[in-house]
C-alpha cells in the first residue's frame, strides 16, 4: 500500500473551492479514495449513487469511479481529510476486503473522533521514513477491517482522547487568535502536562501544530481563492501581513505569492493534486 496523498481540507465555502470539489472525478486504476467529514452538511455523488454528507460521514471511491461533493449552501462548510492510497499485487487481501465488503455499503457513520488517527495516517503515510510509512498501512488496514465488523477501537486511552479534543478545538478556530492557556482549560489539564501528552503522541509542540494548521488552511486559500495574501493573514487572526509571509515561508520554504504562482504553474503542466481532487 501506498499513500499518495492525505490532506486535510479546511471549511470547504469559496465558490471556485466549491466548483473544483463539486465536478465528477476518478482517480487512476489501483487507486482508492477515502473521504472521512467531520464538520458541515452536503451530498456525496459516488459511482452514480448519492448520498447525505454529514459530520462523521465515511465514503471510500474505488478506481476510476466518478465522484464530487457538494456543499449545503446554508449550513456550515464543509471540512473533511482525503486520503488516497495506491494498491499494488501485494494487497489482494486488502482490496477484496474494499471490494466485496466495504464498497457494497459505500457510506459509513463513523463519528467525529478519529482527528488523531487521520492526522497520525497523514504524518506517518507521507513520512519519507519507510517504516512509518509501514506503520501508516497497517493502521489503516486495521481501520477498516474493524469498520467492517462495526467496533469502535481507536479510543481506549485517555491520553488519545484529550489530544482528539484538542484536535477539535484547534480545527474549530483556525480563524481565531487561541492560546495554549484557553485550550488547557477547556480539556482541564495543566500546561506542562498538555504540552508533554501532546508532543509525545503528535510529535510536535501544541501551539506549532496550530500554526501548521494555519499554514495548511493558508496554502488552501491561496491555491483555491482569489483572496490577497493581505487578506487571507487577516482571516487566519495573523499580526500582519509581514507576519503571516514570514510564519508561511518558514513551514513552506515559498512567500505566500510566489507558492500561489508556482502552483498554479504546475497545475498548468501537470493538473490538481490527486486527493485534492
Same mark, same amino acid.
Given at each position: 500500500?501506498?499513500?499518495?496523498? $492525505? *490532506?486535510?481540507?479546511? @471549511?470547504?465555502?469559496?465558490?471556485?473551492?466549491? %466548483?473544483?470539489h463539486g465536478?465528477?472525478?476518478?482517480? +487512476?486504476?489501483?487507486?482508492?479514495?477515502?473521504?472521512?467529514?467531520?464538520?458541515?452538511?452536503?451530498?456525496?455523488?459516488?459511482?452514480?449513487?448519492?448520498?447525505?454528507?454529514?459530520?462523521?460521514?465515511?465514503?471510500?471511491?474505488?478506481?476510476?469511479?466518478?465522484?464530487?461533493?457538494?456543499?449545503?449552501?446554508?449550513?456550515?462548510?464543509?471540512?473533511?481529510?482525503?486520503?488516497?492510497?495506491?494498491?499494488?499485487s501485494m494487497?489482494?487481501?486488502?482490496?477484496?476486503?474494499?471490494?466485496?465488503?466495504?464498497?457494497?455499503?459505500?457510506?459509513?457513520?463513523?463519528?467525529?473522533?478519529?482527528?488523531?488517527?487521520?492526522?497520525?495516517?497523514?504524518?506517518?503515510?507521507?513520512?519519507?521514513?519507510?517504516?512509518?510509512?509501514?506503520?501508516?498501512?497497517?493502521?489503516?488496514?486495521?481501520?477498516?477491517?474493524?469498520?467492517?465488523?462495526?467496533?469502535?477501537?481507536?479510543?481506549?486511552?485517555?491520553?488519545?482522547?484529550?489530544?482528539?479534543?484538542?484536535?477539535?478545538?484547534?480545527? +474549530?478556530?483556525?480563524?481565531?487568535?487561541?492560546?495554549?492557556?484557553?485550550?488547557?482549560?477547556?480539556?482541564?489539564?495543566?500546561?506542562?502536562?498538555?504540552?508533554?501528552?501532546?508532543?509525545?503522541?503528535?510529535?510536535?509542540?501544541?501551539?506549532?501544530?496550530?500554526? %501548521?494548521?494555519?499554514?495548511?488552511?493558508?496554502?488552501?486559500?491561496?491555491?483555491?481563492? +482569489?483572496?490577497? *495574501?493581505?487578506?487571507?493573514?487577516?482571516?487566519?487572526?495573523?499580526?500582519?501581513?509581514?507576519h503571516f509571509?514570514? *510564519?508561511?515561508?518558514?513551514?513552506?520554504?515559498?512567500?505566500?505569492?510566489?507558492?500561489?504562482?508556482?502552483? $498554479?504553474?504546475?497545475?498548468?503542466?501537470?493538473?490538481?493534486?490527486?486527493?485534492? @481532487?
Amino acid at each position: 500500500m501506498k499513500f499518495n496523498d $492525505v *490532506v486535510f481540507v479546511y @471549511q470547504m465555502k469559496d465558490k471556485k473551492e466549491k %466548483k473544483w470539489h463539486g465536478r465528477l472525478h476518478h482517480h +487512476n486504476s489501483k487507486e482508492y479514495e477515502i473521504h472521512y467529514f467531520i464538520q458541515g452538511t452536503g451530498e456525496f455523488l459516488n459511482n452514480k449513487n448519492i448520498y447525505r454528507i454529514s459530520p462523521g460521514s465515511f465514503f471510500i471511491t474505488s478506481p476510476e469511479c466518478d465522484h464530487s461533493i457538494i456543499t449545503d449552501d446554508n449550513y456550515k462548510p464543509l471540512s473533511y481529510y482525503a486520503v488516497l492510497i495506491e494498491l499494488s499485487s501485494m494487497d489482494m487481501e486488502i482490496e477484496e476486503l474494499i471490494i466485496h465488503e466495504m464498497l457494497i455499503k459505500q457510506n459509513y457513520d463513523i463519528g467525529t473522533n478519529y482527528r488523531f488517527f487521520f492526522e497520525e495516517l497523514k504524518e506517518k503515510g507521507l513520512s519519507h521514513n519507510s517504516n512509518l510509512q509501514k506503520s501508516a498501512s497497517h493502521q489503516l488496514i486495521s481501520f477498516l477491517y474493524t469498520l467492517v465488523e462495526k467496533r469502535d477501537f481507536h479510543f481506549n486511552e485517555s491520553g488519545s482522547i484529550h489530544i482528539e479534543k484538542a484536535l477539535k478545538i484547534m480545527q +474549530n478556530n483556525v480563524t481565531n487568535d487561541l492560546s495554549l492557556e484557553e485550550i488547557t482549560l477547556k480539556l482541564n489539564l495543566s500546561d506542562s502536562y498538555f504540552i508533554r501528552l501532546f508532543k509525545r503522541k503528535m510529535k510536535i509542540t501544541p501551539m506549532k501544530y496550530f500554526t %501548521k494548521l494555519k499554514i495548511e488552511a493558508a496554502t488552501y486559500m491561496l491555491t483555491n481563492t +482569489n483572496l490577497k *495574501v493581505h487578506s487571507i493573514a487577516e482571516k487566519l487572526n495573523f499580526y500582519s501581513e509581514f507576519h503571516f509571509s514570514r *510564519v508561511f515561508k518558514q513551514y513552506t520554504g515559498f512567500a505566500p505569492s510566489v507558492y500561489r504562482k508556482n502552483f $498554479v504553474y504546475n497545475q498548468t503542466i501537470q493538473g490538481k493534486p490527486s486527493a485534492r @481532487q
